[in-house]
């Protein structure tokens, strides 16, 4: 398991690059890091993960359609 969890919120992103593009980066620089999708079908579950975060260990994430616009509410 890796030390750093990152990723994307969003749905649908199944076909995102993002992962492929930031764990090539991670690896790189030798960083214990990863970087996954938090594929969220309802704004239900995407509000519990948000409000998780720190227990799933997560260190950051980027937001993407549909729930951009939701998250800064939830700040």
Do not use: C
């Not at 992962?19 to 991670?26: C, E, I, L, S």
């Not at 720190?54 to 998250?71: C, L, Q």
């Amino acid at each position: 398991m890796t030390r750093y969890r990152y990723g994307l919120l969003g749905h649908p992103i199944s076909r995102s690059p993002s992962p492929a593009m930031q764990n090539a980066a991670f690896q790189a620089l030798g960083l214990d890091a990863g970087y996954e999708t938090f594929e969220r079908p309802s704004l239900e579950s995407a509000k519990q993960f948000f409000k998780s975060l720190s227990s799933e260990g997560i260190a950051g994430f980027n937001v993407t359609v549909p729930y951009k616009t939701y998250v800064y509410r939830w700040m």
